[in-house]
């Protein structure tokens, strides 16, 4: 039999040797087909987003690059989010006055990343490293979310008007796996744009409609919301050939 002095001894080394507790953190991503404060008057995708985050009063960063960082552009995210209770900040790189972005990105608890330029954003997130930054603030348990640009840049693939009229495929961040086709009904020639991508070889991926947002939660499509009634989401697939539409369910956030 154990004395009292080896028991305790035992105890102390057991708890010296157990591993530190981590507490899980969900990788959160909210892509809007179109939608929000910069083409909606209703504020229901924008006060969904605000409540996928735990905080009572969210960090909530907008980032403009895929418009140039235009100052119109971030004076509507300040009304629209001045009235809520946040705390409001923007971020810009053509002007850009961050040193660390990472240490930046990793302290907002929502970044909601702006229309425009899918490509030019693109090529300048990589030449500042903030392509990095938000791939560890997405892992430290900030929500990234946006639209068009913003629902894009996300996934592996997207479908972009980037460089001219004509819709073209292009390579994403790939934080989501897939691709994905916002506007999927605000722009005649995009679902078609994105079924032929598709038909070329862009592996299949989410579609959104105006109004649509796509919930992921680690890496995984959690809920589908809209801010108009009859607005839909939609999985991408292609079957032996053929393009197939599986429409999702899409739940209105508004009152019927």
Same mark, same amino acid.
Request: proline residues 4%.
């Given at each position: 039999?154990?004395?009292?002095?080896?028991?305790?001894?035992?105890?102390?080394?057991?708890?010296?040797?157990?591993?530190?507790?981590?507490?899980?953190?969900?990788?959160?991503?909210?892509?809007? #087909?179109?939608?929000?404060?910069?083409?909606?008057?209703?504020?229901?995708?924008?006060?969904?987003?605000?409540?996928?985050? =735990?905080?009572?009063?969210?960090?909530?960063?907008?980032?403009?690059?895929?418009?140039?960082?235009?100052?119109?552009?971030?004076?509507?995210?300040?009304?629209?989010?001045?009235?809520?209770?946040?705390?409001?900040?923007?971020?810009?790189?053509?002007?850009? !006055?961050?040193?660390?972005?990472?240490?930046?990105?990793?302290?907002?608890?929502?970044?909601?990343?702006?229309?425009?330029?899918?490509?030019?954003?693109?090529?300048?997130?990589?030449?500042?490293?903030?392509?990095?930054?938000?791939?560890?603030?997405?892992?430290?348990?900030?929500?990234?979310?946006?639209?068009?640009? #913003?629902?894009?840049?996300?996934? !592996?693939?997207?479908?972009?008007?980037?460089? #001219?009229?004509?819709? !073209?495929?292009?390579?994403?961040?790939?934080?989501?796996?897939?691709?994905?086709?916002?506007?999927?009904?605000?722009?005649?020639?995009?679902? =078609?744009?994105?079924?032929?991508?598709?038909?070329?070889?862009?592996?299949? #991926?989410?579609?959104?409609?105006?109004?649509?947002?796509?919930?992921?939660?680690?890496?995984?499509?959690?809920?589908?919301?809209?801010?108009?009634?009859?607005?839909?989401?939609?999985?991408?697939?292609?079957?032996?050939?053929?393009?197939?539409?599986?429409?999702?369910?899409?739940?209105?956030?508004?009152?019927?």
């Amino acid at each position: 039999l154990m004395d009292k002095n080896s028991i305790f001894l035992r105890f102390i080394h057991t708890v010296l040797c157990v591993k530190p507790f981590r507490i899980a953190i969900d990788k959160q991503i909210i892509a809007l #087909g179109g939608g929000g404060f910069s083409m909606e008057s209703t504020p229901l995708l924008d006060d969904y987003i605000l409540r996928a985050s =735990p905080k009572k009063k969210p960090r909530i960063c907008f980032v403009p690059t895929a418009c140039g960082d235009a100052d119109s552009y971030t004076v509507r995210f300040y009304r629209r989010f001045a009235s809520v209770d946040c705390m409001a900040t923007d971020l810009q790189l053509f002007r850009r !006055q961050i040193a660390d972005l990472e240490e930046y990105a990793c302290s907002q608890d929502i970044i909601y990343v702006g229309g425009g330029n899918t490509a030019n954003m693109l090529a300048i997130w990589r030449e500042h490293g903030f392509d990095k930054a938000l791939n560890a603030a997405l892992s430290s348990g900030t929500i990234l979310t946006g639209l068009s640009a #913003g629902s894009i840049c996300w996934f !592996q693939h997207g479908i972009t008007d980037s460089f #001219g009229s004509e819709f !073209q495929a292009l390579d994403c961040l790939g934080f989501l796996s897939g691709s994905n086709c916002p506007h999927y009904d605000g722009e005649s020639e995009r679902r =078609p744009a994105y079924h032929k991508a598709i038909s070329d070889g862009m592996p299949g #991926g989410y579609a959104a409609e105006d109004g649509v947002a796509l919930h992921f939660i680690n890496g995984n499509l959690h809920n589908v919301v809209s801010s108009r009634p009859k607005a839909q989401g939609y999985k991408i697939e292609i079957r032996e050939n053929k393009i197939e539409e599986f429409p999702l369910v899409t739940k209105f956030l508004g009152s019927n």
